[in-house]
């Protein structure tokens, strides 16, 4: 009786604990300071090699929160040309970790852009066949962290727009992300793409 009266109050313990742990909320703003990327994306703790000023900036903030993954990524975003989180996202893939991508097909193929590097390096990319634009912009690390915003994964937003960035670990507006995540993943397979039509076969 004392035992599962212990075992109880434990659990009970554990309850109110797992309740009061701070969900991560956090705003991040551009245009982001140029700051060197180098120790985040090589693991070096050593200094920058670039002539950038040390500091933090809302890029880096952003590479730690997609590099926090341990289990999976799944990234929705529009256009994507920003090297360093490509390279972020090939890090990731190489350590592991379930990297999805989608994207529309319109800019996937634009100079600079990352999606080809991206699926040279085994990431899975799916974009679009519609007229209309995929103007999604948000990624989910680990089916728990949700960052979403007016961010395209440029260089020009980074550095030079006025963007934000919501993040949030808050399971109704995760849950919801994921799930259209999902049905656009499927929508997107290959399988289902119609570029040429029975007739002209």
């Known amino acids: 009786m004392r035992a599962a009266l212990a075992a109880a109050a434990l659990l009970l313990l554990l309850l109110l604990m797992r309740r009061r742990r701070r969900r991560r909320r956090e705003v991040l703003f ?30 880096l903030r952003l590479l730690r929160l997609l590099l926090g993954a341990r289990r999976s990524l799944d990234v929705c975003v529009f256009a994507f040309s920003s090297p360093e989180l490509g390279r972020a996202l090939q890090l990731l893939h190489r350590q592991g970790v379930r990297v999805r991508v989608l994207t529309d097909s319109q800019y996937m193929g634009l100079p600079g852009s990352q999606v080809g590097l991206l699926r040279r390096h085994g990431i899975q990319v799916r974009h679009d066949q ?12 680990d089916k728990q962290l949700l960052i979403t915003g007016s961010l395209n994964w440029t260089t020009q937003a980074i550095q030079n727009n006025r963007e934000n960035v919501l993040v949030t670990e808050d399971t109704e507006f995760v849950k919801p992300f994921l799930d259209e995540f999902e049905r656009i993943w499927e929508e997107f397979n290959p399988i289902n793409y119609s570029f040429f039509s029975k007739d002209n076969k």
């Open 130 to 141: 519609d007229s209309g634009f995929m103007h999604h912009k948000f990624a989910v690390v």
């Open 30 to 59: 551009f245009p982001a300071a140029p700051r060197c990327p180098e120790a985040l994306l090589s693991g070096s703790a050593g200094p920058c090699p670039c002539p950038l000023p040390p500091g933090d900036s809302g890029l």
